[in-house]
């Protein structure tokens, strides 16, 4: 394992869990291609799969000197303009208008141990277990040195790339393309595998097959989003959830985003992936430099299955900080779904007092508790509690929910101010707008310009004496609009080309202060529901709502969907109130509650006027989170059937790392006429171990269980689902 230099050879092999990366640096030019990524392999000279010697057409006598060479070179990091056609990495923009350049290796540096870069999201690691290196190539002619930097774990099957830009040369050039990685590979018949979706719609899993030319995803709303999702999956075109080649890339970073495949015309494949160029226009002065954000790269070779335990064990274990990681949350209450902006102390202490009585542990208040704020018209950035509203004032409220034995959460827009704001009566110009043109609202608000100290520190200090005024234990985050009218009143001219990269800086900035200040704060990030569920937040936060739609069966395809990358101990999942307030769908209590507990599980409804029948099941439901939430949050997961796909069911597994334990649960959205049990195959267990199935007479070997299955009995009616348990005896 780790990172081994050959010299002879000037062949970098870099070894992680399972897989083996392999550079070379190709002898005259000192070019730095990519020789290979995939399973672990012993030898290292396979650098004939550079094709070097081959003259891909017209053969002349020096291949070199061919823009064919460079258009077809497996390149690690590819630059505009020199002759490879294909998507690039990196462009600049010098004084006399040039944008080219040509990486050539220089050096390298071998080290140990990982943080995040500065000021921004990260993977992180010890001396032992994490290896870095870095190459530092330059273009000779602009004196740019660019690092291309390599992480690698112990523990682990996925590379951390990301790239930092040094201007060394005696004049200022703007930056006009940095991403942060590219794969290229030969084509062996692809698919890609891409989130897509919308609001209350989030991450529904789309699989289309590589064809020639770019294709791919990506945001600029100046946030992850809604729509698109700054993930990559290459997979074999037969590969699934057990079998074949997977490639995964993820973006570290929660801004504008651009992940693209790209397949040329000698079938090779190329995956890059970084900050959108749209809107991106960075000045570098003489001696500055640029980091771009991290980008993960899992590969498997156990089809897509293997490639999200990946993507869940790093994150886990290399991305969270939070003091809650490896703990259970408490199951908190919000009252959005149950009040809107309609409530007050009395409505919110009944709600808290009756959630106590059934076992539920934390109340959040969300959306309404400050200025004047009745509706979504006004009052963002008034960050003053209402005591029209909160009679008695916040610790009143606190304190009278402490005493219920019950932690307690608030909701704050911080990013945000209403055009109808103290705050915006005050300071116009902090909103984001292009002077003189009247920006477009959303959700009738506006941005603040996140890329201006003065605004973070002033959010910051609204949000820290709220906190610090009484016993506040959990903060959502919420950003309810994408950025547009892209203009700040700070920013010189020839850095407005910055503003969007800034302002996500700035948002990094704010929560890493709020974080270190309140170390033991669950924070838990939210956009919209989901439009901000990416591993930058993640860094700051162990949970991210992901949806506002908390409908159970539409649930199933957001929650499979996001839990193709991220552990389910990040998705933020309630029990809500029915019919459903985004579909209309009625669902069964018991359902509703499965689905949350393949997340973080809550609830989001007024306890006080649910059916009773329901609210009767709230104190099992309490249980069955505290009895297999351990293992839901730190198992494996296994994705064994998709609704989605076969429109019937949906079923997953989640087994614990020692392999004593799992847990399967089954959701039968569909009842099928005159149909059968279902026979299902588990997956992940220990084949020698014997285990008890809940409802199964004998006990059975895991071989058993995962090669011939077990019977799934058919539930009357639709929208049923159960859960399985399974336990070594
Ligand atoms: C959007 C969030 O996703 C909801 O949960 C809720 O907090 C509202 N915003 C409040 O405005």
Same mark, same amino acid.
């Given at each position: 394992?780790?990172?081994?230099?050959?010299?002879?050879?000037?062949?970098?092999?870099?070894?992680?869990?399972?897989?083996?990366?392999?550079?070379?640096?190709?002898?005259?030019?000192?070019?730095?291609?990519?020789?290979?990524?995939?399973?672990?392999?012993?030898?290292?000279?396979?650098?004939?799969?550079?094709?070097?010697?081959?003259?891909?057409?017209?053969?002349?006598?020096?291949?070199?000197?061919?823009?064919?060479?460079?258009?077809?070179?497996?390149?690690?990091?590819?630059?505009?303009?020199?002759?490879?056609?294909?998507?690039?990495?990196?462009?600049?923009?010098?004084?006399?208008?040039?944008?080219?350049?040509?990486?050539?290796?220089?050096?390298?540096?071998?080290?140990?141990?990982?943080?995040?870069?500065?000021?921004?999201?990260?993977?992180?690691?010890?001396?032992?277990?994490?290896?870095?290196?870095?190459?530092?190539?330059?273009?000779?002619?602009?004196?740019?040195?660019?690092?291309?930097?390599?992480?690698?774990?112990?523990?682990?099957?996925?590379?951390?790339?990301?790239?930092?830009?040094?201007?060394?040369?005696?004049?200022?050039?703007?930056?006009?393309?940095?991403?942060?990685?590219?794969?290229?590979?030969?084509?062996?018949?692809?698919?890609?595998?891409?989130?897509?979706?919308?609001?209350?719609?989030?991450?529904?899993?789309?699989?289309?097959?590589?064809?020639?030319?770019?294709?791919?995803?990506?945001?600029?709303?100046?946030?992850?989003?809604?729509?698109?999702?700054?993930?990559?999956?290459?997979?074999?075109?037969?590969?699934?959830?057990?079998?074949?080649?997977?490639?995964?890339?993820?973006?570290?970073?929660?801004?504008?985003?651009?992940?693209?495949?790209?397949?040329?015309?000698?079938?090779?494949?190329?995956?890059?992936?970084?900050?959108?160029?749209?809107?991106?226009?960075?000045?570098?002065?003489?001696?500055?430099?640029?980091?771009?954000?991290?980008?993960?790269?899992?590969?498997?070779?156990?089809?897509?299955?293997?490639?999200?335990?990946?993507?869940?064990?790093?994150?886990?274990?290399?991305?969270?900080?939070?003091?809650?990681?490896?703990?259970?949350?408490?199951?908190?209450?919000?009252?959005?779904?149950?009040?809107?902006?309609?409530?007050?102390? @009395?409505?919110?202490? +009944? /709600?808290?007092?009756?959630?106590?009585? &059934?076992?539920?542990?934390? #109340? $959040?208040? *969300?959306?309404?508790?400050?200025?004047?704020?009745?509706?979504?018209?006004?009052?963002?950035?008034?960050?003053?509690?209402?005591?029209?509203?909160?009679?008695?004032?916040?610790?009143?409220?606190?304190?009278?929910?402490?005493?219920?034995?019950?932690?307690?959460?608030?909701?704050?827009?911080?990013?945000?101010?209403?055009?109808?704001?103290?705050?915006?009566?005050?300071?116009? @110009?902090?909103?984001? +707008? /292009?002077?003189?043109?009247?920006?477009? &609202?959303?959700?009738?608000? #506006? $941005?603040? *310009?996140?890329?201006?100290?003065?605004?973070?520190?002033?959010?910051?200090?609204?949000?820290?004496?709220?906190?610090?005024?009484?016993?506040?234990?959990?903060?959502?985050?919420?950003?309810?609009?994408?950025?547009?009218?892209?203009?700040?009143?700070?920013?010189?001219?020839?850095?407005?080309?910055?503003?969007?990269?800034?302002?996500?800086?700035?948002?990094?900035?704010?929560?890493?202060?709020?974080?270190?200040?309140?170390?033991?704060?669950?924070?838990?990030?939210?956009?919209?529901?989901?439009?901000?569920?990416?591993?930058?937040?993640?860094?700051?936060?162990?949970?991210?709502?992901?949806?506002?739609?908390?409908?159970?069966?539409?649930?199933?395809?957001?929650?499979?969907?996001?839990?193709?990358?991220?552990?389910?101990?990040?998705?933020?999942?309630?029990?809500?109130?029915?019919?459903?307030?985004?579909?209309?769908?009625?669902?069964?209590?018991?359902?509703?509650?499965?689905?949350?507990?393949?997340?973080?599980?809550?609830?989001?409804?007024?306890?006080?006027?649910?059916?009773?029948?329901?609210?009767?099941?709230?104190?099992?439901?309490?249980?069955?989170?505290?009895?297999?939430?351990?293992?839901?949050?730190?198992?494996?997961?296994?994705?064994?059937?998709?609704?989605?796909?076969?429109?019937?069911?949906?079923?997953?597994?989640?087994?614990?790392?020692?392999?004593?334990?799992?847990?399967?649960?089954?959701?039968?959205?569909?009842?099928?006429?005159?149909?059968?049990?279902?026979?299902?195959?588990?997956?992940?267990?220990?084949?020698?171990?014997?285990?008890?199935?809940?409802?199964?007479?004998?006990?059975?070997?895991?071989?058993?269980?995962?090669?011939?299955?077990?019977?799934?009995?058919?539930?009357?009616?639709?929208?049923?689902?159960?859960?399985?348990?399974?336990?070594?005896?």
């Amino acid at each position: 394992m780790g990172i081994k230099y050959y010299e002879n050879e000037r062949i970098f092999k870099l070894d992680g869990k399972d897989t083996t990366y392999l550079i070379a640096v190709v002898d005259d030019e000192k070019f730095v291609g990519h020789i290979y990524y995939g399973s672990k392999i012993e030898d290292f000279q396979i650098d004939h799969l550079l094709r070097l010697k081959e003259a891909p057409f017209v053969p002349t006598e020096n291949n070199r000197d061919r823009l064919a060479f460079y258009d077809s070179f497996p390149w690690e990091y590819p630059t505009r303009g020199i002759g490879d056609f294909r998507e690039d990495c990196l462009a600049i923009e010098t004084k006399e208008g040039h944008w080219a350049l040509k990486l050539t290796y220089q050096s390298h540096k071998i080290s140990h141990g990982k943080q995040a870069p500065q000021g921004l999201p990260g993977v992180f690691g010890d001396e032992k277990n994490a290896s870095v290196l870095e190459l530092i190539c330059e273009d000779a002619q602009t004196g740019f040195e660019v690092t291309l930097i390599y992480t690698i774990f112990e523990d682990s099957d996925a590379i951390i790339r990301s790239t930092k830009i040094f201007n060394k040369a005696k004049e200022s050039v703007y930056l006009t393309k940095a991403l942060s990685a590219c794969i290229d590979m030969d084509n062996a018949e692809y698919d890609l595998i891409t989130l897509h979706g919308s609001w209350a719609r989030e991450r529904h899993i789309q699989r289309r097959s590589v064809g020639y030319g770019s294709q791919g995803v990506f945001s600029v709303r100046g946030e992850s989003g809604h729509q698109d999702h700054p993930f990559l999956c290459l997979a074999e075109s037969d590969a699934n959830q057990d079998h074949g080649a997977v490639y995964g890339m993820n973006l570290i970073y929660s801004g504008n985003f651009t992940a693209q495949v790209h397949q040329n015309q000698f079938e090779s494949i190329r995956m890059t992936m970084g900050i959108h160029p749209d809107g991106f226009r960075y000045l570098l002065e003489p001696g500055e430099f640029f980091q771009t954000p991290e980008v993960v790269i899992v590969y498997s070779d156990e089809g897509i299955g293997k490639m999200s335990r990946e993507f869940h064990d790093l994150y886990r274990n290399h991305l969270i900080r939070s003091s809650y990681k490896d703990k259970k949350r408490p199951i908190l209450i919000n009252n959005w779904e149950a009040t809107y902006f309609n409530f007050d102390t @009395d409505k919110l202490l +009944a /709600i808290a007092k009756e959630a106590s009585s &059934l076992g539920i542990e934390m #109340l $959040v208040m *969300d959306d309404g508790w400050f200025g004047n704020r009745s509706s979504d018209n006004c009052a963002l950035g008034d960050w003053d509690v209402n005591e029209e509203k909160i009679k008695g004032g916040l610790s009143y409220l606190v304190e009278e929910v402490n005493k219920l034995g019950m932690k307690f959460g608030i909701w704050f827009e911080p990013e945000m101010i209403s055009p109808d704001s103290n705050l915006y009566r005050k300071h116009p @110009d902090w909103a984001i +707008a /292009i002077p003189g043109k009247t920006p477009g &609202l959303a959700r009738n608000q #506006l $941005v603040l *310009d996140f890329s201006r100290k003065e605004v973070v520190d002033y959010v910051y200090g609204k949000m820290e004496t709220i906190l610090k005024s009484a016993n506040i234990e959990y903060v959502k985050w919420d950003m309810n609009r994408p950025l547009s009218d892209i203009g700040s009143a700070y920013l010189p001219s020839e850095r407005q080309g910055e503003l969007y990269h800034r302002y996500v800086l700035g948002v990094y900035e704010l929560q890493e202060r709020l974080i270190k200040q309140f170390p033991e704060l669950l924070l838990e990030n939210c956009s919209g529901g989901g439009a901000r569920f990416d591993p930058g937040m993640l860094y700051y936060s162990p949970q991210i709502w992901c949806s506002d739609d908390t409908d159970a069966i539409e649930r199933l395809s957001i929650q499979e969907g996001t839990a193709i990358v991220y552990p389910l101990s990040t998705i933020g999942a309630h029990v809500s109130d029915c019919p459903n307030h985004t579909v209309g769908r009625i669902t069964p209590f018991e359902t509703r509650g499965y689905v949350a507990l393949a997340g973080t599980f809550g609830y989001e409804l007024d306890v006080t006027k649910i059916p009773r029948e329901d609210r009767e099941l709230i104190p099992a439901q309490v249980e069955m989170y505290h009895k297999y939430n351990d293992l839901i949050r730190m198992g494996d997961y296994y994705r064994i059937a998709s609704y989605r796909e076969n429109h019937y069911f949906d079923c997953w597994q989640v087994v614990s790392k020692d392999k004593k334990e799992a847990l399967l649960t089954y959701i039968q959205v569909l009842n099928l006429a005159n149909s059968r049990s279902r026979i299902i195959k588990l997956k992940g267990l220990d084949p020698n171990q014997y285990y008890k199935v809940d409802g199964m007479e004998h006990i059975l070997s895991g071989n058993a269980l995962m090669c011939a299955g077990i019977c799934m009995d058919k539930l009357w009616g639709d929208f049923r689902g159960s859960l399985i348990s399974i336990q070594a005896v």
